[in-house]
């Protein structure tokens, strides 16, 4: 189903109509600042861009599965509900999220419905790194840091022709915002909690991180659910590293089972610079997560690995892009779903090697499990290679968990089920074994084991 | 060891399995009493392997005739995870890799598994990791195993060590290994060899699986017996192996009772 976004044709419960109504009434800067929430300060450099993204909201349509790049993915789900903004702040404590907090994170940030809650949050502002909400950036410096913010804001996640992308550009308020000054290092890993605490609400989370040079982080992207209806998340993170930067990234989307979740996320690495990230997709209803990783610069490095666990009838839908524009970057991507019930995942991995990007070394795995006989995989890998020295694999595998290896297990006293489950659990934990915060590490892997049905065995013990 | 009036512990009468509709076990019988250990020796194809992963429960195999009594019980009546429990171990020819499983974690889960069925206490983590590290030392495996996953990355022979090691941790009543020797150099099939032998006692019997006479020097039969076409068709004595090797399976003649107990067959031979 295809809708027309603009503010005359817009069914009257419609899904962007009612975004629409609830927001961008009238795309200018001052009615606009103005049907925001009361508090929101945002910087001038916004509104500029949040008038184009308005207008691009206006003249896009809702994907549906007739566009290529919606295939699969069939969102009319989501057109058919409708969802309010929540303009209120939490009341939440401390206790209500402690089993989403991480030991090991230095600075957090908590966004509750999308609204920045700084009795929750640990912002940081020491000597070379700003953690902090968007809309307070950094009152000493404020000059600066708005020229930083909008060089990058809005600039790296393409939304002219992206309607998730621009709806979030022209709706957002508070955002992530993480700024790393040149060889800095973080040692503590950065916590960004989004929160999801209302039924029919939507959120517009939004992440900056810009990594000077020689710069070093771990981030942590964390979408968490209190509640069990449906709700939605459009969330916008652009990642921007610069020559030799480092920047591990850690994606955890837990949602809630009703929840709706569509996510892009854009990164351009410099010179030289790495970016490593693991995906984990577990929660939602349905779930889009586009990634385009652009190697802007020679020898950029990134690793992008990710892992879907989904049963009943959930979606979740990854779409990546790994686009090598300069000679000698290096790419590598292991991708995992584990698909139960009559659950559906989705994945297509493009893969890019621009004329002359030479010396270009990438690769590319698919692999995926399904548990049972209604669950369904489409997977799509692509390379696209433009260049004539250089060294790109990629493969895609669908399988069922294997007789031989059940029946191993089994003559050694385990049964069927708790065979079946740690096969399934050792599958996905390969990726969770690549996130380098352990005790995010450790939660998911209990997660998994709760969702395998291997906490009663014994298993649990295994971590 | 021959044990005067041992117990029957296995009891295979008339066995007829097949696998995607061919017959490949056409009628075997054969008995094993406490204490004794047996080779099974035969051309490919002539049904071995089935026969021991038709013990094992393997899933693939139909059972179309005959019984099976372990300890006087149906073993066909028990799945295989309780024929394990009950004291059945199968040595894998082919040991199976389970990446992201850590071979420790995996073996406390047996073995406190098995603990448990069995009504004894579970070991927590370290007094497991004492108990399989004396374990260990008996088939010289390096303490690092425990932190690899589950034969992955394993050489043929470390993958064998393994499986002994997981033997010695559940302690079977009847192990059967398949093909053990196969693929292992002359140290690693010492050091499995001394696992085994270290291992067999009064209170338990071994079937050995194999093509080739070899592993009978380290680890000697109290029984051989030669399998065709899915039948044993000769049995004997630990000799019948020795020539075997030097004359191959062809010279045989098919004992002329092929139903006989394989203990009255040896002391003919012997």
């Given at each position: 189903m295809s809708v027309a976004v603009t503010h005359q044709t817009q069914p009257a419960n419609g899904y962007l109509a009612t975004l629409l109504a609830g927001?961008?009434?009238?795309?200018s800067p001052t009615s606009h600042k103005g049907t925001m929430r009361g508090q929101c300060i945002a910087p001038p450099v916004l509104t500029a861009l949040q008038v184009a993204a308005a207008e691009r909201v206006s003249a896009l349509n809702v994907p549906s599965t007739r566009d290529e790049e919606w295939r699969f993915t069939d969102i009319s789900l989501l057109t058919k509900l409708s969802f309010q903004p929540v303009v209120a702040e939490s009341t939440l404590q401390l206790a209500d999220i402690a089993r989403f907090?991480?030991?090991?994170?230095?600075a957090r940030l908590v966004f509750v419905d999308g609204v920045y809650a700084p009795h929750l949050s640990h912002t940081e502002q020491a000597e070379g790194v700003t953690v902090a909400n968007l809309a307070h950036p950094l009152e000493k410096s404020a000059a600066h840091t708005d020229v930083r913010i909008a060089t990058y804001l809005g600039q790296l996640a393409e939304y002219k022709n992206n309607v998730f992308a621009a709806l979030n550009t022209a709706c957002m308020s508070d955002a992530a915002l993480i700024l790393l000054a040149r060889d800095t290092a973080v040692r503590q890993p950065i916590h960004l909690l989004f929160i999801a605490s209302k039924q029919g609400g939507v959120s517009y989370p939004r992440c900056l991180i810009r990594a000077e040079a020689g710069s070093k982080a771990t981030v942590v992207e964390d979408y968490v659910s209190l509640q069990d209806e449906a709700y939605f998340t459009n969330t916008v993170s652009e990642f921007s590293l610069a020559d030799n930067a480092h920047v591990h990234h850690v994606r955890v989307q837990?949602?809630?089972?009703?929840a709706f979740h569509i996510a892009n996320c854009a990164v351009t690495l410099a010179r030289g610079s790495h970016y490593q990230s693991v995906s984990v997709a577990m929660g939602a209803r349905i779930s889009r997560y586009n990634l385009n990783v652009l190697q802007a610069a020679e020898g950029g490095e990134c690793t992008v690995d990710g892992l879907a666990l989904i049963s009943e009838r959930q979606l979740a839908d990854t779409h990546t892009c790994i686009d090598?524009?300069?000679?000698h970057g290096i790419s590598r991507q292991l991708h995992k779903c584990i698909i139960g019930g009559s659950a559906h995942a989705v994945f297509n991995g493009k893969v890019m090697v621009r004329p002359g990007a030479q010396r270009v070394d990438s690769q590319q795995t698919n692999r995926n499990l399904l548990l049972t006989n209604r669950a369904q995989v489409d997977t799509k890998p692509q390379l696209e290679i433009f260049a004539d020295d250089v060294k790109c694999t990629h493969g895609a595998t669908v399988s069922q968990l294997d007789g031989e290896e059940i029946f191993y297990l089994q003559s050694r006293g385990l049964t069927d089920v708790v065979a079946r489950n740690l096969l399934t659990y050792a599958f996905g934990a390969e990726i969770l074994e690549r996130i380098p915060v352990a005790s995010l590490k450790h939660q998911l892997e209990q997660t998994v084991l709760e969702q395998a049905g291997l906490k009663q065995s014994g298993l649990e013990q295994m971590k | 060891m021959i044990i005067q009036d041992s117990k029957v512990l296995l009891e295979v009468r008339g066995l007829r399995a097949s696998v995607n509709g061919t017959e490949v076990l056409k009628g075997v019988d054969f008995t094993v009493r406490y204490g004794e250990v047996h080779a099974i020796m035969g051309p490919n194809g002539s049904g071995k392997s089935t026969f021991s992963k038709v013990l094992a429960g393997h899933k693939a195999y139909e059972i179309t005739g005959g019984s099976v009594l372990f300890d006087g019980k149906d073993l066909f009546a028990l799945e295989p995870e309780e024929r394990a429990r009950a004291g059945v171990f199968l040595a894998f020819q082919y040991p199976i890799e389970i990446p992201g499983v850590g071979n420790g974690q995996f073996l406390r889960l047996a073995y406190n598994t098995l603990q448990t069925r069995r009504g004894h206490e579970e070991l927590d983590p370290l007094e497991f990791d004492d108990f399989v590290r004396e374990k260990m030392k008996l088939l010289e495996m390096n303490p690092d195993f425990l932190d690899r996953s589950v034969n992955e990355g394993f050489s043929g022979g470390e993958k064998k060590r393994n499986e002994i090691l997981q033997m010695a941790i559940l302690e079977p009543r009847l192990a059967i290994l398949d093909e053990?020797?196969?693929?292992?150099?002359i140290d690693a099939l010492r050091i499995v060899a001394q696992g085994v032998n270290h291992l067999t006692n009064k209170n338990n019997a071994t079937i050995m699986v194999t093509h080739y006479q070899r592993l009978l020097n380290y680890i000697v039969p109290d029984f051989v017996h030669v399998m065709e076409a899915g039948r044993i068709i000769k049995s004997g004595g630990k000799e019948l192996a020795q020539e075997l090797e030097s004359?191959?399976?062809?010279?045989i003649q098919p004992d002329l009772d092929v139903n006989s107990q394989p203990k009255a067959t040896a002391r003919i031979v012997a």
């Open positions: 927001h961008l009434s009238a795309p907090t991480i030991a090991e994170a230095g837990r949602e809630g089972m009703n090598h524009a300069k000679p | 053990t020797d196969s693929g292992l150099d004359r191959g399976y062809d010279w």
